[in-house]
């Protein structure tokens, strides 16, 4: 785990492509007077963060844990609803949309910014990727429709 201290209230951040991108709503503690973030702790993954303060309930310290859901999520205007699983991908991944849309296009990179596949539906809420034909991996899955997009990383075991 790496550990950084913040104090009042934490906000998880991603580095993308030079830029930094809050990746969650703002973590505040319960009591006003608990020194939550006192100390943090993230996962190698980034996917948990382990939040402590000294003073909750006015006499005891507690911690919170929390996991990001969203985290190969880079960028999403589709909504809450939109959702992509199983990542890791063994043999097949779908993406939920969350509302039905007249044209999609997804587009799979490489880690390395290759464009390997571009495809087109019509009248979807969800799209099933094959990723049987992908080589181990992590890639980098874009989904637009319109003025939505989503961009995510997605691992091909």
């Known amino acids: 785990m790496r550990k950084v201290f913040i104090v009042s209230f934490l906000l998880l951040l991603l580095l993308s492509i030079g830029q930094w991108q809050q990746i969650s709503t703002d973590i505040n503690g319960v009591d006003t007077n608990e020194y939550s973030g006192y100390s ?10 382990v939040i402590g303060s000294t003073y909750y309930d006015s006499v005891k310290g507690t911690i919170r844990l929390f996991k990001n859901k969203y985290l190969n999520i880079q960028i999403n205007t589709f909504g809450e609803l939109f959702s ?17 849309y007249k044209e999609v296009t997804v587009q799979v990179f490489t880690i390395l910014g290759k464009l390997i596949s571009t495809q087109n539906y019509t009248n979807t809420n969800e799209i099933t990727l094959d990723t049987q034909k992908y080589t181990t991996g992590v890639y980098i899955v874009k989904v637009q429709s319109g003025i939505k997009q ?4 997605l691992m091909v075991k």
């Open 84 to 100: 992509v699983a199983p990542n890791p991908s063994y043999v097949d991944t779908k993406i939920e949309l969350g509302a039905n």
């Open 150 to 153: 989503a961009s995510l990383k």
């Open 40 to 49: 943090v702790s993230l996962s190698n993954d980034g996917s948990t963060v």
